[in-house]
Structure formats: structure tokens, C-alpha cells
């Protein structure tokens, strides 16, 4: 079975300043990793995955993550925040290609930005 | 192209009626999930459908919950009878691929009085 667990549940940072959201994960198989978005009033929206290949990963809006196998991480960084930014973010894991068809996400990060 | 599609976007009921929310999964997409998210709980996985057939619903909360998918375009929680504590946002969400991306719908907000 695989987990998530997300550092921090409140995260405020301001605006033009590194966003970093942390992401450590437990899977007995070799995992894919995500890092949704939501706003709002909104459903889930991908940020970026990681699943095989280059462990740094780009997503939309300027967000990136890398993947770390020896330190069973994937955190989310943006190096300037901007005021859009403020939403709540889930990491989430899944087993691949395995048997567990299924994603297991964090508690969530909500992320605010002061002007 | 179209997304996942949840009806209705709002929904308020009072304790003790049936309760129908809707979903149709994207087009191509064989894996078909639905998830509750409250301030208390967080995002909560409740069942989910491989080619129409329930996989896994460990997550359903008691007998008051029945989910189907008839087909490969249509699926439906039921909550019966509904009580307040079910008041929530329910999302469905659906993949192409095992283990891969899920796509999210708006969700229904469900209120119950």
C-alpha cells in the first residue's frame, strides 16, 4: 500500500517569493507521484506527475517538482509566487502500472499569498 | 474537448430523502472514481469502477451509499436515506490509464438539513 504524507498544512509566502511545498511518500513498488491543484469552488486539477524518466518535473504555471528516490520525496516549488497562486495543493501516489489501480493523497496544502 | 461532468452542482435535501448525484467520466476513460472531501475528513475515495465493474468500495461509508455504472458513460451515487452528516462536496473523477492521471469534475455540493 502506498502513502502520502504533505509537511505543513498552511503555507503563506509573499507574493515574488519561493513557494515550496513538501511531499514525502511511502509505495513498495516503484511509484507515479502528482501534485494537484485546487481553487475555490473547484474540482482537482493536475499540476505535474512524475512517472518514469527524468526525475525533474515541469507543470503548468511556472510550478516544478522533483523526484527523489533516496529521500522518498517530491516537493513542489514555484520561485516567485503570485497572488493566483493561493489554493489549496495535493500530492498524491499511485503504484504505477501495478495492481492497486487507485491514487492516495495527502491531507492538502492551502497556500496563501499576501500582497 | 468535454470533461468530467458531475449534475447537479448544488444540491439541498432534507434528512431522510434519497439523494442521485451524477457523473459522466470522459470519453475513452475505463476507470471511473468517486471521492468526498469535508473540512474534517479531507479527500476520501469511496469506490471505483473498472470497464463499469466496482472495483473496490471499501470507502463507502455504510449501506445508506450504493454507487453504479451502467455503462461506460454514466455513473451514479446514491445516498439513501441522506442524513446531515453526508453534507459534503462529492467529486467523481476519471483515468484512461491504471495508476495514471485522474481527471476531476467540479463536484456536488450536497447539503442536508
Known amino acids: 500500500a502506498q502513502s502520502v504524507t504533505q509537511l505543513g498544512s498552511h503555507v503563506s509566502v509573499s507574493e515574488g517569493a519561493l513557494v515550496l511545498l513538501r511531499c514525502n511518500y511511502s509505495s513498495s513498488v516503484p511509484p507515479y507521484l502528482f501534485w494537484y491543484v485546487q481553487y475555490p469552488n473547484q474540482g482537482l486539477q493536475l499540476l505535474l506527475k512524475y512517472t518514469t524518466g527524468a526525475t525533474l518535473v515541469k507543470g503548468i504555471n511556472g510550478f516544478e517538482a522533483e523526484f527523489k528516490k533516496s529521500e522518498t520525496s517530491f516537493h513542489l516549488t514555484k520561485p516567485s509566487a503570485h497572488m493566483s497562486d493561493a489554493a489549496e495543493y495535493f500530492c498524491?501516489?499511485?503504484?504505477?502500472?501495478?495492481?492497486?489501480?487507485?491514487?492516495?493523497f495527502g491531507a492538502g496544502t492551502t497556500v496563501t499569498v499576501r500582497a | 474537448d468535454a470533461g468530467v461532468i458531475q449534475s447537479p452542482r448544488h444540491e439541498v435535501t432534507e434528512m431522510g430523502q434519497e439523494v442521485t448525484l451524477r457523473c459522466k467520466p470522459i470519453?475513452?476513460?475505463?476507470?471511473l472514481f468517486w471521492y468526498r472531501q469535508t473540512m474534517m475528513r479531507g479527500l476520501e475515495l469511496l469506490i471505483y469502477f473498472n470497464n463499469n465493474v466496482p472495483i473496490d468500495d471499501s470507502g463507502m461509508p455504510e449501506d445508506r451509499f450504493s454507487a453504479k455504472m451502467p455503462n461506460a458513460s454514466f455513473s451514479t451515487l446514491k445516498i439513501q436515506p441522506s442524513e446531515p452528516r453526508d453534507s459534503a462536496v462529492y467529486f467523481c473523477a476519471s483515468s484512461a490509464l491504471r495508476g495514471d492521471t485522474q481527471y476531476f469534475g467540479p463536484g456536488t455540493r450536497l447539503t442536508v438539513l
Open positions: 470519453s475513452g476513460h475505463d476507470y
Open positions: 498524491a501516489v499511485s503504484e504505477g502500472r501495478g495492481n492497486d489501480y487507485k491514487l492516495s
